[in-house]
C-alpha cells in the first residue's frame, strides 16, 4: 500500500486559493488518487479523485504530475465553511482485498 | 438516496463489558469498511467486506474485536470485554467495488464509543 505524507496543518484567509499537496513516493500502477474532508463528528465525505494529470469538478482541482509520486488539491476560494480535515488516500482494487489506509490528514483552518 | 446509518451514535459501556455496533450501508454496496478514529487521530483502517467475506482481518488491534456481515448488506463490529483504549468513533463506509478504480466511499457520521 502507498504510504501518503500531508502537512499537518495549514491556514488560510477567507477568499485565498488553498493547495495542499500529498507524497504518495511508492504508488502502484493501479493505484488511484482521492481526497477526503471530515468536519467535526462527521464521517469523511469524498471530493475528488484522480488517476493522472488534472481533474477538476465543482468543488476542487487535482493535480497530478507525470511520475504520480504526489498530488495537489487545490480549494479555490476558501470561505470559513472549508475549515476542517483534508485526507489523501491512494489504493487500488484488486480481487485479494481493498484495504484502504488513510494518512494522518491535514487540518486546515480558514481565517475571516 | 439514504446515506450510511450507523448505531447507536453513542455508546457509553462499562469496562469489561461488551458492545455491538451496526452499519447499514447504501444499497447496492458491496464493499463495507470499518475504520476507528481516536480524538484527533486520523482514520485507523479495522476491516473490509466484499460481500459477506472479510478477505483481510488484519487490521483488528486485537482477539477482542470480531465483524460479521449478514446478506451483503448490514454488518456489526462486536467488541468484548471492553477496555478504555477502545474508546473512539468507530465509522464505517461503504462503495461500489469497480474492476479498475476505487469507488468512493461514503461514510455515516460513527459510533462514539466511551468505555468507562
Known amino acids: 500500500l502507498a504510504k501518503t505524507t500531508q502537512p499537518i496543518s495549514m491556514d488560510s484567509y477567507e477568499g485565498q486559493e488553498v493547495n495542499i499537496t500529498c507524497s504518495h513516493n511508492?504508488?502502484?500502477?493501479?493505484?488511484?488518487i482521492t481526497w477526503y474532508q471530515q468536519f467535526p463528528s462527521q464521517g469523511p465525505r469524498f471530493i475528488i479523485q484522480?488517476?493522472?494529470t488534472k481533474v477538476t469538478n465543482e468543488v476542487a482541482s487535482l493535480f497530478i504530475p507525470a511520475d504520480r509520486k504526489s498530488s495537489t488539491l487545490s480549494l479555490p476560494r476558501v470561505s470559513l465553511s472549508d475549515t476542517a480535515v483534508y485526507y489523501c488516500?491512494?489504493?487500488?482494487?484488486?480481487?485479494?482485498?481493498?484495504?484502504?489506509?488513510f494518512g494522518g490528514g491535514t487540518r486546515l483552518m480558514v481565517k475571516p | 438516496g439514504a446515506g450510511v446509518s450507523q448505531s447507536p451514535s453513542n455508546k457509553v459501556t462499562e469496562k469489561g463489558k461488551d458492545v455491538e455496533l451496526r452499519c447499514d450501508p447504501i444499497?447496492?454496496?458491496?464493499?463495507l469498511y470499518w475504520y476507528r478514529q481516536s480524538l484527533g487521530q486520523g482514520l485507523e483502517f479495522l476491516i473490509y467486506?466484499?460481500?459477506?467475506?472479510?478477505?483481510?482481518k488484519s487490521g483488528l488491534p486485537s482477539d477482542r474485536f470480531s465483524a460479521e456481515r449478514t446478506g451483503g448488506s448490514v454488518s456489526t463490529l462486536t467488541i468484548q470485554r471492553t477496555q478504555q483504549e477502545d474508546s473512539a468513533v468507530y465509522l464505517c463506509?461503504?462503495?461500489?467495488?469497480?474492476?479498475?478504480?476505487?469507488?468512493?466511499?461514503?461514510f455515516g457520521n460513527g459510533t462514539r464509543l466511551t468505555v468507562t
Open positions: 463506509a461503504s462503495s461500489l467495488a469497480g474492476a479498475t478504480s476505487i469507488s468512493p466511499l461514503h
Open positions: 511508492n504508488i502502484a500502477t493501479n493505484d488511484y
Open positions: 484522480g488517476y493522472k
Open positions: 488516500l491512494v489504493g487500488s482494487f484488486n480481487n485479494a482485498g481493498n484495504m484502504l489506509t
Open positions: 444499497s447496492g454496496h458491496t464493499a
Open positions: 467486506f466484499q460481500g459477506n467475506s472479510a478477505p483481510d
